[in-house]
């Protein structure tokens, strides 16, 4: 049919997690629900290109919080390369529970480093992402109890502080 447009489900558990943050991201963003995955761990181990840590998941089993949102397969490719598809982050498929198949990123074993921490404001929109969804309080404490850093750039620290204040008021 003309004018169709293809649409795919993605599982986000980082700070693509606030429907907020992701609408402002792509516009078809239309959340589905929120899963568990039973066999993987949230991390924050990925080596942003700002050279703090970002979100990625390992398969530990601890338990991982997921939100469900269907996007087009155009605005798709825009998260792509707003993620970082081949610099750090790579595109998979997962298995959420009532949903089905589902692509996410995964950091690249190139970009894992266990010791660095992240900007308070990525944390933030982590942890707003998590209340936003009413994910349980021992998940939402572990996510608020990580250490963080500051963001040494003033421009985008505001900038994402300024997210971060959007995002309280949703």
């Given at each position: 049919?003309?004018?169709?447009?293809?649409?795919?489900?993605?599982?986000?558990?980082?700070?693509?997690?606030?429907?907020?943050?992701?609408?402002?991201?792509?516009?078809?963003?239309?959340?589905?629900?929120?899963?568990?995955?039973?066999?993987?761990?949230?991390?924050?181990?990925?080596?942003?290109?700002?050279?703090?840590?970002?979100?990625?998941?390992?398969?530990?089993?601890?338990?991982?919080?997921?939100?469900?949102?269907?996007?087009?397969?155009?605005?798709?490719?825009?998260?792509?390369t707003i993620e970082g598809v081949g610099k750090g982050y790579?595109?998979?498929?997962?298995?959420?529970?009532?949903?089905?198949?589902?692509?996410?990123?995964?950091?690249?074993?190139?970009?894992?480093?266990?010791?660095?921490?992240?900007?308070?404001?990525?944390?933030?929109?982590?942890l707003l992402g998590c209340l936003r969804h009413a994910f349980?309080?021992?998940?939402?404490?572990?996510?608020?109890?990580?250490?963080?850093?500051?963001?040494?750039?003033?421009?985008?620290?505001?900038?994402?502080?300024r997210t971060v204040a959007r995002l309280k008021r949703r």
């Amino acid at each position: 049919m003309k004018g169709r447009r293809s649409k795919m489900l993605y599982a986000a558990y980082g700070s693509n997690l606030h429907p907020g943050r992701l609408r402002e991201r792509i516009r078809s963003a239309t959340l589905r629900g929120t899963g568990f995955l039973h066999k993987y761990t949230l991390q924050f181990h990925k080596r942003g290109q700002d050279r703090s840590a970002k979100c990625g998941f390992t398969e530990c089993g601890e338990g991982m919080h997921v939100a469900v949102y269907e996007v087009d397969d155009a605005d798709r490719k825009i998260l792509d390369t707003i993620e970082g598809v081949g610099k750090g982050y790579d595109v998979d498929e997962i298995s959420v529970p009532r949903f089905g198949k589902c692509f996410t990123y995964v950091a690249a074993h190139t970009h894992i480093d266990e010791f660095l921490h992240p900007f308070d404001w990525y944390r933030d929109m982590v942890l707003l992402g998590c209340l936003r969804h009413a994910f349980p309080a021992p998940y939402c404490e572990r996510i608020a109890a990580l250490p963080v850093i500051a963001d040494p750039d003033p421009v985008r620290r505001e900038r994402n502080r300024r997210t971060v204040a959007r995002l309280k008021r949703r």
